[in-house]
């Protein structure tokens, strides 16, 4: 990563598959700090620190759950820089409100504004992780863009 930042991952639906394809790349170990795979509700509190009440408020998937997220990742690492995602990949779990194929993602710069985007991805179980995957991945890559354009 540029400038010596380190990145931070917090995965949900995707099941590490974000923190696999970081790795896939060699030399990350100097750019890639850790990577948190929170896939029950429980986690998410004890290892990030989302708050119960936005779980009840919200859901785990939200907007509001993956800012929380993100943010309890980059406090809970050396990182500087996360990205989170946490979404319904199915075939089961989806509503009328909340269909399978609903990803929401977050990023994050320390010190920064938090990035949110909740995309709706088609296809089966492993189409939406792949794509769930790639759309983390590139808003990564533009979140650092816009950083380094303003600085």
Known sequence: MQHGLK????????????GQAVTAVAG????YERGFITYSNLSK?????????????????????AQEMVMGALNRSHAQVGVS?????????????KPVGMICF???IEDGPVRQETR??????????RLSVATALQGILRLLDDAITVA
């Not at 990145?7 to 974000?18: I, M, N, R």
């Not at 995602?85 to 409100?97: C, E, M, Q, S």
């Not at 709706?120 to 992780?129: E, L, V």
């Open 106 to 108: 977050a990023w994050a």
């Open 85 to 97: 995602i946490t979404g319904i990949a199915g075939p089961d779990g989806g509503t009328a409100v």
């Open 28 to 31: 990350s170990s100097a750019w």
């Open 7 to 18: 990145l931070v991952t917090a995965e949900s639906c995707t099941g590490g598959w974000l």
């Open 45 to 65: 509190c004890e290892m990030l620190g989302v708050q119960q009440a936005t779980l009840d408020q919200y859901g785990a998937v939200s907007a509001q759950t």
């Open 120 to 129: 709706f991805f088609k296809g089966n179980r492993d189409t939406i992780r």
